[in-house]
C-alpha cells in the first residue's frame, strides 16, 4: 500500500474523529446530559442487552480501566447504571444499566445518530 494514501487515510480518520467527539460533546451534553464516552457505555450495555464486567466494557469502549471507572462512577451518581460484584469471583464488577438509563440512552440514541451522519455524510463509499 502506498505510504502517502496511508498517511492520508490516518489524517482523514483523526480529522473525521475529532469533528465527531466535538459534535457529540456539544449535542448529547447540550441536550441529553451526557457526553459521548457515558452515551458509548450505555449503548455498549443496551446492545449487549445484560450486565457487563468492567474488562468487557473496557475492550469495547478503547478508554483505559481508570477512565472507564470514571465514566461508570459518572454514570451510577446519575442513576443511570449500577455496579455489582459478580457472585463466583469477587474481583469481578459488572455494570448493569438502570431504566432511567435505558430512557436517557433511547432519548440520547437519535441524537447521536444524527451527529454521525452528519460526520460521516461525504466519506466515499467503496464500490464492490
Same mark, same amino acid.
Given at each position: 500500500?502506498?505510504?502517502?494514501?496511508? &498517511? /492520508?487515510?490516518?489524517?482523514? &480518520?483523526? =480529522?473525521?474523529? =475529532?469533528? =465527531?467527539?466535538?459534535?457529540?460533546? +456539544?449535542?448529547? !451534553? /447540550?441536550?441529553? !446530559?451526557?457526553?459521548?464516552?457515558?452515551?458509548? &457505555?450505555?449503548?455498549?450495555? $443496551?446492545?449487549?442487552?445484560?450486565?457487563?464486567?468492567?474488562?468487557?466494557?473496557?475492550? /469495547?469502549?478503547?478508554?483505559?480501566?481508570?477512565?472507564?471507572?470514571?465514566?461508570?462512577?459518572?454514570? /451510577?451518581?446519575?442513576?443511570? #447504571?449500577?455496579? !455489582?460484584?459478580?457472585?463466583?469471583? +469477587?474481583? !469481578? #464488577?459488572? &455494570?448493569?444499566? *438502570?431504566?432511567?438509563? +435505558?430512557?436517557?440512552?433511547?432519548?440520547?440514541?437519535?441524537?447521536?445518530? =444524527? $451527529?454521525?451522519?452528519?460526520?460521516?455524510?461525504? *466519506?466515499?463509499?467503496?464500490?464492490?
Amino acid at each position: 500500500m502506498d505510504e502517502e494514501f496511508v &498517511v /492520508e487515510t490516518w489524517h482523514y &480518520v483523526l =480529522a473525521k474523529h =475529532a469533528k =465527531a467527539m466535538c459534535a457529540l460533546e +456539544r449535542e448529547l !451534553g /447540550e441536550h441529553h !446530559g451526557i457526553g459521548p464516552s457515558e452515551f458509548e &457505555v450505555l449503548d455498549r450495555i $443496551v446492545h449487549h442487552d445484560k450486565q457487563l464486567r468492567i474488562q468487557e466494557l473496557c475492550e /469495547e469502549v478503547h478508554l483505559s480501566q481508570s477512565a472507564l471507572s470514571r465514566v461508570v462512577a459518572r454514570l /451510577e451518581k446519575s442513576g443511570l #447504571v449500577t455496579r !455489582g460484584t459478580c457472585d463466583s469471583d +469477587r474481583r !469481578g #464488577v459488572f &455494570v448493569c444499566i *438502570t431504566d432511567e438509563g +435505558r430512557t436517557r440512552h433511547a432519548q440520547a440514541l437519535p441524537t447521536q445518530r =444524527a $451527529v454521525l451522519n452528519d460526520v460521516f455524510a461525504d *466519506t466515499p463509499v467503496p464500490v464492490p
